[in-house]
């Protein structure tokens, strides 16, 4: 039963075109929602968050949109860059944080192409 | 500041051998957590410690098992290896045990054979 779906486990993308990720949870108590960044061979490293009591949380070229009575959310990279091709992870937390609470999708790999 | 490191990176192991993997936190971090990560089950959380204390524990076989130095460095050890056991495993720290963000190392790839 995944409680974090990622249903696109790859997209193609344009240089300098926007790149949309999604991600659905089900699970209604979750209370705050995080993207992270893999490349190859490294760990996952942590991109951008935000909490339920928000709908957007922009950083840059990342930013993130939290529709909480769709239970989803969708990160947005604008302008793609070539250093963007990574495979991403979406996590939602349980309240009070903690890694136990963490649960995280199954990731969509990102190619951006010249 | 230093990243958090793990050793050794990549590891192949028979089965029934047992491993122990090592994980040095983010200076000032005192939680560390472990994951799993494989293709079909994606990153799937192990255990996590928070002054040398085992705070929780993910649905994995008591062959999993693990512990928290005094200066937050962690070991992870997998007795009696199976082939499922192959994976890649992560370590995170955060600053503490309700941090959100967690902050991940490079993992260790491990084989079992």
């Known amino acids: 039963d995944q409680q974090v779906k990622q249903n696109s486990p790859s997209l193609s993308v344009q240089e300098g075109r926007i790149s949309i990720l999604n991600c659905d949870y089900t699970?209604?108590?979750?209370?705050?929602f995080l993207w992270y960044k893999k490349y190859p061979a490294e760990g996952p490293t942590f991109l951008i968050s935000?909490?339920?009591?928000?709908d957007k949380n922009e950083d840059g070229r990342f930013t993130v949109f939290l529709n909480k009575s769709a239970k989803h959310l969708s990160l947005h990279i604008v302008p793609s860059q070539p250093g963007d091709s990574a495979v991403y992870f979406c996590?939602?937390?349980?309240?009070?944080?903690?890694?136990?609470?963490?649960?995280f999708g199954k990731g969509t790999h990102l190619i951006i192409q010249p | 500041k230093a990243g958090v490191t793990q050793t050794p990176r990549y590891l192949i192991k028979t089965r029934g051998q047992q491993v122990t993997l090592s994980c040095s936190p983010i200076?000032?971090?005192?939680?560390v957590s472990w994951y799993q990560q494989t293709p079909g089950q994606g990153l799937q959380f192990l255990f996590e410690?928070?002054?040398?204390?085992?705070?929780n524990k993910g649905n994995f076989p008591g062959r999993f098992s693990g512990r928290q130095f005094s200066n937050s460095r962690s070991e992870m050890n997998v007795s009696t290896l199976e082939l499922g056991d192959s994976a890649l495993y992560l370590c995170?720290?955060?600053?503490?045990?309700?941090?959100?963000?967690?902050?991940f190392g490079p993992g260790t790839r491990l084989t079992v054979t």
């Open positions: 995170a720290s955060s600053k503490g045990p309700s941090s959100y963000e967690q902050y």
């Open positions: 699970n209604s108590m979750f209370d705050y």
């Open positions: 935000i909490s339920s009591i928000k």
């Open positions: 996590a939602a937390s349980d309240p009070g944080g903690g890694a136990d609470g963490l649960t």
């Open positions: 200076s000032g971090h005192r939680s």
């Open positions: 410690y928070f002054s040398e204390t085992q705070r």
